[in-house]
């Protein structure tokens, strides 16, 4: 089944550059576009799209806005910011409004692609100059709001997973697949979705940036 986009961008050379490179990839398909963030909220709910392809800074509703009410009306959506924008404010304010990555414009068309099929896949996609943020605010005691393990005096890893759940946070905080982490540890792919469950109410975390965030900190994936 291929994966349906919808393009997001107020300038249409960077629509029709968008448009040439996935027409060329037999797994995705451009199922519309739009020059807003207004348009764009209208159109997740006419086209159901798989993946939101978000310009960040547009005229009216921003790519933040916009995101923020697609993933409340559709929020199996992902979003990806692809955007000029590699400042801090806007990387974490994009996350925060549920956008699953974060890639700029400068970025090589085939970083692009791979970052839609990662997010379509449910993982997280950060370009790795700008994963930086994430590690420096990983390095912040206090820095944004803590999840229930954090305020809970943020155990070691040991405490709370175990050595099983370890290696599937490892597999997630690394963008995998849970068909791929299912082939890798040789269990099955609802094993591996009853571990992630478990891991995530052990932790009290609830998406997979938090997960990533706790996984760099704890050190069981590095930067």
């Not at 978000?54 to 933040?64: C, E, H, L, R, T």
């Not at 400068?106 to 449910?122: C, E, H, I, M, S």
């Not at 791929?180 to 094993?191: C, D, M, Q, R």
């Amino acid at each position: 089944m291929k994966v349906r986009l919808l393009l997001v961008d107020d300038h249409p050379i960077v629509r029709s550059g968008m448009r040439m490179l996935f027409q060329a990839e037999p797994d995705l398909e451009i199922v519309g576009e739009a020059d807003g963030g207004a348009e764009a909220i209208v159109a997740v709910q006419r086209l159901h799209p798989d993946v939101v392809i978000m310009d960040v800074a547009m005229p009216g509703v921003n790519g933040i806005e916009a995101t923020r009410r697609i993933k409340e009306l559709a929020p199996e959506t992902a979003v990806l910011a692809l955007t000029m924008h590699e400042d801090e404010q806007y990387f974490f304010e994009m996350l925060k409004a549920g956008a699953s990555g974060y890639i700029p414009k400068r970025a090589a068309p085939d970083d692009l692609v791979a970052a839609v099929r990662v997010v379509a896949q449910g993982n997280v996609f950060l370009y790795a100059t700008l994963a930086r943020f994430l590690m420096k605010d990983v390095g912040e005691p206090g820095a944004g709001e803590q999840s229930g393990a954090e305020a809970a005096g943020d155990a070691g890893a040991d405490d709370l997973l175990t050595a099983r759940e370890r290696e599937v946070l490892a597999c997630i905080a690394d963008g995998m697949t849970s068909r791929e982490i299912a082939e890798k540890l040789v269990i099955s792919v609802k094993t591996v979705e009853r571990h992630r469950e478990n891991i995530m109410a052990k932790l009290d975390i609830h998406n997979r940036v938090e997960l990533v965030k706790y996984a760099m900190r704890k050190g069981i994936i590095v930067g």
